[in-house]
């Protein structure tokens, strides 16, 4: 299977902590997405990091991507309550719109 | 305003019956998805149109027709419906030269 992994499957933190959520994806690639999924809702992206990029910054969230071991970070600093979702990483190999999403992580903050 | 919309939001229906779902877009994007998540989350494309030709077409049972009479809209079709065709589908849409894609908020399809 093309899809890739994602772990923890699912994090319950308390509000102020930092989450992390972790990819793993299989064949090289493009750029590398990640977006958020309220429950009941459609996805949002968040933040996309190319494939020569190694960190990337937006707000209180930070993607790092390592291509040499194929995987990616997600960190939420400072989570809230209104952070609560599933997170999904998604690469797109060839830019031709394909994405391949993760299995995504549930994420509970706690207030 | 909406920007990527779906209709229906739910559609219960029996098996074998044949359904549309519905997709608009008033971004002005170029490009047009299908998603399909099962009850496990798990997120996968199903058909791409560009400006209204067919350019990603996943392996999907030949029962699921898209048709996209202008870039702002792509339908799909169901035809037979099956038990394991339950799942929520997806829209989403983006514009060429840029990989950010905006989503419906979904279509619950329940077969019984």
């Known amino acids: 299977s093309q899809q890739g992994e994602e772990d923890p499957q699912a994090l319950s933190i308390q509000e102020g902590e930092n989450a992390t959520m972790n990819c793993s994806y299989k064949?090289?690639?493009?750029?590398l997405q990640w977006y958020r999924q309220n429950s009941g809702r459609g996805l949002v992206h968040l933040i996309l990091?190319?494939?020569?990029?190694r960190e990337k910054h937006s707000g209180r969230l930070r993607v790092t991507l390592d291509t040499s071991k194929k995987s990616s970070s997600l960190l939420i600093t400072a989570s809230r309550a209104a952070d609560t979702a599933s997170y999904f990483c998604?690469?797109?190999?060839?830019?031709?719109?394909?994405?391949?999403f993760g299995q995504g992580t549930t994420l509970q903050v706690k207030p | 305003d909406t920007a990527v919309s779906q209709t229906p939001k739910y559609l219960v229906t029996q098996m074998g019956n044949d359904k549309s779902i519905k997709c608009e877009q008033n971004?002005?994007?170029?490009?047009m998805y299908w998603y399909k998540q099962d009850s496990k989350k798990f997120l996968k494309i199903m058909f791409s149109?560009?400006?209204?030709?067919?350019?990603i077409n996943e392996t999907v049972p030949n029962r699921f027709s898209p048709k996209s009479p202008d870039k702002a809209h792509l339908n799909l079709h169901i035809n037979s419906l099956e038990l394991g065709d339950s799942a929520v589908y997806f829209c989403?849409?983006?514009?060429?030269?840029?990989?950010?894609?905006?989503f419906g908020p979904g279509t619950r399809l329940l077969v019984l």
């Open positions: 990091i190319r494939s020569n990029e």
């Open positions: 064949t090289s690639i493009n750029n």
């Open positions: 149109y560009n400006n209204k030709e067919l350019i």
């Open positions: 971004l002005g994007h170029d490009t």
């Open positions: 989403a849409s983006s514009q060429v030269g840029e990989e950010t894609q905006y």
């Open positions: 998604a690469t797109d190999a060839d830019n031709t719109g394909k994405l391949i």
